[in-house]
């Protein structure tokens, strides 16, 4: 009997990337009935367990051994993303050697960061895809290499179908960073993979999804097959965090529609002062909310994603403004660090949901007709922020000062806009449109249903 087709997938060390793809690989097993191996770089960070535990039963795991990664170089998170995948390359060509050998490998996929184990299955032979969150992103991806030769660089980008883009919403802003070199050397990776998976649907973002493949043979085959999203949230091993099952049963004695989830994705931390002029400005709005909240952190706004200055998780009664927690008892709830995020997004109590605009959070809340205030923190977020309120229109967003701070009489006037005013109510409508549209795209015989099962038929095809 002939081998199952075999798909390698050569995951980031972090939630954000690592949650959808385990999801297409749940997919590809199930609804295709293909192997799937993950193979899991691993950086020792508070997530680790928690994605251990993400992994079902259907999908084989290999987690790679520690890398040691250069302490104190003040490395920002993407640049140690990228050198602990390079470090591992040596065993990430080991495994995928041994699973060439041992079955019938069809392909090795990628995400942002992992492709730079792309040059690895170009030594071996494998067929390379990769994964993409957005449109957007993929289209910023393939246009980057031109974009890095312009001298003076623009100040605002256009990509095909897509809202200009100020130089300031770009993923980095800093092109003498060493994040920037890893990010242009990645991107030229990109036209040289045989297929590209999107997390996306037709409906989302149509005009930039039409111009990137009207760019024909110059692009590789694009499948948007999304939304993928998670049933249910990982649970991580944080200690005191019972807050997470008791923020579900207070949902449920909420009025529907009335609260508002604030949260920061699997990574973001705000800084000292911008946490206290939310806590205020949530107060001052008058409405409802369910709040992760993780310890300031005035270096780094991802600073939670490797744990990197996180220390032992603060109770929020140690960092938020005095008598905060009490005034605002009953009609605000926290919870440490983490909570079921796809849980509190379908409960119909939840009427809004603050986010810093990462790909898995916006896909959550379009799956359960959720509209959004943007707050972007850092990489892609600013531009996903963008899109989402320019393009799409599913979001609103607060301004920010001068120094980029959000203060507490904004926080408390874009929650209300969100919560009761006409542009909510927009908003509202035009997400809940989404929603169908998301869910006739994966549904029998919709468009991201499609585009999956052609890869499927694509990968068995292309290793012939
Ligand atoms: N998440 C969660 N609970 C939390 C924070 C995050 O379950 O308290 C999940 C969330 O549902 C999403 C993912 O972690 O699936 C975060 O991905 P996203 O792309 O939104 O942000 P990133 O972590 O990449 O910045």
Redesign the pocket.
């Given at each position: 009997m002939e081998q199952k087709p075999h798909i390698a997938i050569v995951t980031t060390p972090?939630?954000?990337?690592f949650?959808p793809i385990v999801e297409f690989g749940k997919q590809l097993v199930h609804l295709h009935g293909f192997h799937v191996t993950c193979i899991i770089p691993n950086i020792p960070g508070p997530l680790t367990d928690t994605m251990k535990s993400a992994l079902p039963p259907s999908v084989d795991q290999v987690f790679l051994p520690p890398v040691s990664l250069p302490q104190d170089t003040g490395a920002d998170t993407g640049t140690l993303i990228c050198l602990s995948i390079t470090l591992s390359l040596p065993l990430i060509h080991k495994v995928l050697k041994t699973l060439a050998e041992s079955s019938r490998l069809v392909g090795l996929l990628g995400d942002v960061f992992s492709i730079l184990a792309m040059d690895v299955a170009k030594e071996l032979n494998i067929v390379p895809y990769m994964f993409f969150?957005s449109t957007m992103e993929l289209s910023l991806y393939l246009h980057q290499p031109e974009l890095g030769e312009m001298f003076p660089f623009p100040e605002v980008i256009q990509l095909p179908g897509c809202v200009p883009i100020p130089e300031r919403d770009l993923i980095i802003r800093d092109r003498s960073s060493q994040l920037y070199k890893w990010f242009l050397e990645n991107s030229k990776r990109v036209r040289l993979v045989k297929g590209i998976v999107v997390n996306a649907f037709l409906d989302l973002h149509p005009a930039a999804l039409l111009a990137l493949q009207q760019e024909g043979s110059r692009n590789p085959p694009i499948y948007p097959i999304g939304p993928l999203?998670?049933d249910s949230?990982?649970l991580p091993p944080v200690p005191g965090n019972e807050e997470q099952q008791d923020c579900l049963r207070w949902l449920d004695d909420q009025p529907r529609g009335s609260v508002l989830f604030v949260?920061f994705?699997?990574?973001?931390t705000l800084s000292e002062v911008q946490t206290n002029e939310l806590a205020l400005g949530l107060e001052m709005s008058g409405h409802k909310f369910l709040w992760?909240v993780r310890s300031p952190n005035d270096e780094s706004a991802s600073a939670a994603y490797l744990g990197g200055g996180q220390g032992p998780p603060k109770h929020p009664s140690q960092f938020l403004p005095q008598g905060f927690v009490e005034r605002t008892k009953g009609r605000g709830v926290l919870?440490p660090?983490?909570?079921?995020?796809?849980q509190i997004l379908k409960h119909g109590s939840t009427g809004g949901f603050l986010?810093?605009c990462?790909?898995?959070?916006?896909m959550?809340s379009i799956v359960n007709g959720v509209p959004l205030i943007a707050f972007p923190l850092f990489a892609e977020q600013n531009m996903n922020a963008l899109m989402l309120t320019e393009d799409v229109k599913i979001a609103v967003r607060p301004r920010a000062n001068e120094d980029g701070l959000v203060g507490r009489e904004e926080v408390a006037k874009i929650v209300k806009t969100l919560m009761e005013g006409d542009e909510g109510k927009r908003t509202r409508e035009r997400i809940k449109e989404l929603k169908e549209a998301a869910a006739k795209a994966v549904g029998e015989g919709g468009s991201s249903r499609k585009a999956f099962s052609q890869l499927a038929l694509d990968m068995i095809h292309q290793s012939k």
């Open positions: 972090g939630m954000g990337l949650i969150s999203v998670q949230s990982p949260s994705g699997s990574g973001g992760v919870v660090f983490w909570a079921p995020q796809p986010t810093h990462g790909w898995n959070s916006i959550e």
